[in-house]
Structures are given as C-alpha cells and as structure tokens.
C-alpha cells in the first residue's frame, strides 16, 4: 500500500494565508521531490516523484499509445457556438469548415479533466464581444488522455499532445495559410504546457503568442525549460498565475508573468477549493479579451505584491495590462495586479 502525505486542502491555504502565501513542504521548494498532486475528489496528496511516477505506470492510461483521437474544432462569428471538426489530412473537413486565413487564428488547449468546450468563456470573448475583428478559434480536445481519474498519467502526455498540436498548426499552414505572425495559443493548467511543446515542435515558423493560464507545476521541474511551458516557446509568451505553490507554478515562467492578487490565493474563493483559484486565470482572461481596448486590468512591474499595493513600483508608461495583445510589444518582467473577488473582476474603469 503506497505510503502518501495527506493534508487536507483546507490545511494547505490556511497554512500561508496571513502571510499572502500558500505554505508547501520546503522539501518541494528546495528540490522538486514532493509534489502537491490534486485528485478528482479536490483534494490533494502529497507525493514523493517515485510514488507518482508508480502511480502512472499502474494506470491504464499510461498504455494508450494512440494520439489519433486528439480532434481540433473550429470556431467563427459564423458558428460561435456549434463547433465544425477539422480533421488533419482530410481536405474535404478543411474545405467544409469556415475556417478564413484572413483572420487571425486562436487555438484553446484545456487542461486535466477539460473538454474541447472547456474555454467557451474566452471563445465568447472573442467571437461573440460585439467587436468588427473576427478569429479562427480552435478547440483542441485530447480529452482522451487528460480525463483519466489520476493527474499523474495526464501529465505524462503533455509532451506527445504538444507534438500532435504542433503537427496540426503546420498542417494548417501548409493547406490554409494559417499566419504564424497572427497566431495565438492558450492553454490551462495542463494545457499550458502542451501549448508549449507545439511551440517547440512547429517546423512551418513560431508561434507569435502562448498565454499560459495558471501553467500547471506538479511533476514540471521549474529548471528543465525542455520538459515545461517556456519563455521561448514563442516569440511572446504571458503567463498568469493565479494558484502558486499548490496547482500551478510560483515562479515566472513567460516573457511577461501576471500574478493578480499575488498569485497565490484569489479573492472569493474557498480556502477549501483549490481548483478556484486555479481556474481563475481563465476568467480574467477572459475578462480582460471581452473589454478589448478598454481593458481595465492594468499591472505594475514590480518585485511583490505589498510594493504593488504602496504604489512603490511600476512605471506609468508604457502602460501594461495582462491579456493586452499588444503586451508583446511592451511587455516583459514580473507584474502584480488586484481584482474584485467576483465578476466582474477588473478595479479600473476607463
């Protein structure tokens, strides 16, 4: 019987709340060994790397070597709701769907447990704002490899979804001229990180963005660039990080890293709902895509939260906002920001 250290979610937030930090062994901190690993159920264990890594070996996931099941969805102002699957090597479901290479191209990668409808909030944002600029958006479903009961078996195929995403973009671009230059990915949670190995792996050019929300941090070894979401994955890369030290990464993994309310516990989430404060990188995202330009979430650089808050840091121009898509231009470094505890979630109001 495997030997696990439990703690209760509770026990987990409370540990660091006073402090504006969520408290984990220091073991994890110091050499990546033990790892919050979250359950369907919404707790966590902690577990050493060999006890995670048995775990996966006894899955029957870890068995499925078919990636053909991972399937792209496409959708336009034409079809913002009812999705038109694009099969690649098949013209004819190319030729059938309404994909326009005219328009800039968004893909959406979910995370464990996720669904190809799992970013219907940012999908709505954009096709759906009431704004004249019209998007691909495609729905990457690898459902097939992340909805297993265990995380453990997921994240193990990250690296091979990323490499069958990055096989599609190519695909793409050869049969559809799909532009590198307008193109956009996103992914959550695990997600993140399967965005990043497309990055990687793309032979038609590079990506010009990867937003990671809240990029995943059990079994990624912050070190090892290779095997994680990257700052080079693409020519710009933002990172939002709203669950640090328990399901996504402490430190700042893109060019430009937004840690709202610090970037370890969200305002309005249960301290005994981890998953919260986890997803919520996807709503202010969101958020932030919906207003366009008059997004309100505006960050200043700065090397903590309680400096952000003293107004000790941070430049007035040229002024950042995280979700901007013109943050490649301007943006790079480390960014605090503070939000409502519910939507809608933006303070500042232009």
């Known amino acids: 019987m495997k030997q696990h250290i439990f703690l209760a979610v509770a026990a987990v937030v409370v540990l660091g709340l006073t402090k504006g930090v969520l408290s984990f062994p220091a073991e994890q901190r110091e050499t990546d060994t033990i790892w919050p690993i979250p359950q369907k159920n919404g707790s966590i264990l902690w577990m050493t790397e060999e006890q995670a890594l048995t775990e996966a070996d006894d899955s029957p996931l870890e068995k499925k070597q078919t990636f053909d099941k991972i399937k792209f969805f496409l959708y336009t102002e034409a079809n913002p709701t009812e999705p038109i699957e694009i099969i690649k090597d098949d013209l004819k479901s190319l030729v059938r769907s309404k994909f326009d290479f005219k328009n800039p191209t968004r893909f959406m990668i979910h995370g464990w447990m996720g669904g190809y409808d799992s970013g219907w909030s940012i999908r709505e944002a954009l096709l759906m704002n009431g704004t004249n600029k019209q998007y691909n958006f495609i729905s990457v479903d690898w459902s ?8 453990i078996p997921s994240q193990r195929k990250c690296s091979k979804a990323g490499k069958i995403v990055a096989e599609f973009i190519d695909w793409m671009h050869d049969q559809a001229k799909l532009s590198f230059d307008t193109l956009a990915v996103y992914g959550s949670s695990l997600g993140a990180h399967v965005a990043g190995f497309a990055g990687k792996n793309v032979k038609r050019g590079k990506i010009h963005t990867i937003v990671g929300l809240d990029p995943a941090m059990p079994l990624f070894q912050y070190k090892n660039t290779k095997k994680r979401l990257a700052s080079t994955d693409a020519v710009y890369v933002e990172t939002i990080q ?6 996504g990464f402490n430190e700042p993994i893109g060019k430009a890293a937004f840690y709202p309310n610090g970037g370890h516990y969200q305002p309005g989430c249960d301290v005994n709902d981890i998953f919260c404060s986890h997803i919520r990188a996807i709503e202010y ?6 207003q366009g ?8 650089e700065c090397s903590d939260l309680e400096s952000m808050e003293k107004a000790a840091c941070g430049k007035r121009l040229p002024l950042v ?8 231009k301007k943006a790079k470094g480390i960014y605090y920001l503070l939000t409502h505890s519910q939507a809608p979630y933006s303070i500042l109001k232009f």
């Not at 097939?144 to 265990?150: C, G, I, M, P």
């Not at 995202?285 to 919906?290: I, V, Y």
């Open 144 to 151: 097939v490899y992340s909805t297993s009961a265990l995380y």
């Open 242 to 247: 709203t669950n640090g030290g328990v399901l």
């Open 285 to 290: 995202f969101a958020e932030a895509l919906s």
């Open 293 to 300: 330009e008059r997004n309100s979430f505006v960050a200043l």
């Open 321 to 328: 906002r995280l979700g901007d898509p013109n943050n490649a």
